[in-house]
Structures are given as structure tokens and as C-alpha cells.
């Protein structure tokens, strides 16, 4: 029976290629969303300027980390897939290495921060930027705060929860496509060897 394996190595290009705009769009909301809250909690009132240590950001910080390494290592084999001088396609074994190298670390680093931001989200003491956003976003402003400027009010926290919400379950997403791809590593890695085989026996046949 001949396999194949030239659909599986596309389709792990194309989840790698997902892993990368995913990782990008992550890194791009939650990164938004950790730089409004720099630059106004010590002036925006519905940031309580007064009480900065009732904000827990660390959860941010790790979306923010992990979609960086889950970015540099899956834009390095994708880009390393795609260059005709590399030719991984014709190197199963190093293209299989290469994928779980990228994938694996991922993997457990995507897995890792969601529970850990999960963590953070349920604490009953402490708020995320995402649960205090989602929250109040639908708060009307005080009396006293009608004359402040727009960006000192709290009319862009729908947008703020939408995007941190966007950042946590994107980086589950992320983690299930990472998943895909080290399935499809090894998938790809026995078709190319069963291909390579046949191949063999087929030239033997031939020769003999």
C-alpha cells in the first residue's frame, strides 16, 4: 500500500501557519491591554490609582511571553519548512525533530499559562485586568468623573475585556493547534519512512 505523506506535511504547515498568526494577533491584544493599564491606572480613576497592588498583571505578562516563544519557535520551523534550500521535505527525520522541538515546548508553555491565568482570574481577593474590565465595562460614570477626558473613564473596557478574553482562550486555541502538529510530526514522520520503504522495495523489485 503507498502512502502519501506530502498532504500531512502541508497540513502541518497550514497549523503551523495558524500557530503563527494566533500567536501574533495574542501577543498584539494582550500587549494592548497591559500598556493602557501602565499608563493610566496611576491616573484613571476606574483604575484606583490609590491601589495599585490590588491588580494582579502577571497573567498578562505570561499571555504576553508565551505567545513570543510560541511565535519565534513556530515562525523558525515554518520559515525553515518553506525555504526550497533546506528541504525538509526530503530530511524526515530532521523535519519531524525540528517540529517537535517547536511544538513541544509550546506546547506545555501555552498549557501552563492558561491554567495559571485561570488561577489568577478565579482569586477572589485579588483582579485581572480582565475581570475588573469585564466587570465594569458596562458601568455608568460617576457624577464627578463626567468632566474627565475620555481615555479617564472606563469606556474602553469592553474592548479592554473582549481583547483579554481573546488572549486566554486564543492561547488555548493555540495550544490544541500545537497538539495537531506534533500528532501530525509523528504521523508525517511514519508515512515518510513506510513511503521511504516501499520506495526500496519496489527498486529492489525492479533490479532484481
Known amino acids: 500500500m503507498k502512502i502519501n505523506p506530502a498532504p500531512l506535511h502541508l497540513a502541518q504547515t497550514v497549523i503551523t501557519g495558524l500557530v503563527v498568526a494566533f500567536s501574533i494577533a495574542i501577543l498584539g491584544t494582550a500587549a494592548h491591554t497591559l500598556d493602557v493599564f501602565n499608563k493610566q491606572q496611576t491616573s484613571n480613576p476606574w483604575w484606583l490609582p490609590l491601589w495599585p497592588q490590588h491588580f494582579d498583571v502577571h497573567g498578562t505578562n505570561a499571555l504576553v ?11 523558525v520551523f515554518l520559515v525553515m519548512s518553506l525555504i526550497p534550500q533546506v528541504n525538509l521535505a526530503n530530511k524526515h527525520t530532521l523535519r519531524a525533530l525540528l517540529a517537535l522541538g517547536s511544538a513541544g515546548p509550546s506546547s506545555l508553555l ?9 488561577i489568577l482570574n478565579a482569586k477572589s481577593e485579588l483582579d485581572t485586568i480582565q475581570t475588573w474590565t469585564c466587570k465594569y ?7 464627578q468623573d463626567m468632566a474627565l477626558a475620555s481615555n479617564m473613564g472606563n469606556g474602553n473596557f469592553t474592548s479592554l475585556c473582549h481583547q483579554s478574553k481573546f488572549a486566554l482562550y486564543g492561547t488555548l486555541v493555540v495550544f490544541v493547534l500545537l497538539c495537531a502538529s506534533m500528532g501530525l510530526s509523528v504521523v508525517g514522520w511514519m508515512a515518510d519512512k513506510w513511503s521511504e520503504r516501499q520506495e526500496r522495495k519496489e527498486l529492489e523489485m ?3
Open 65 to 75: 511571553a508565551s505567545a513570543t516563544v510560541t511565535l519565534a519557535l513556530s515562525g
Open 110 to 118: 501555552t498549557v501552563v499559562t492558561v491554567i495559571y491565568v485561570h
Open 137 to 143: 465595562k458596562n458601568s455608568a460614570p460617576m457624577q
Open 206 to 208: 525492479q533490479q532484481s
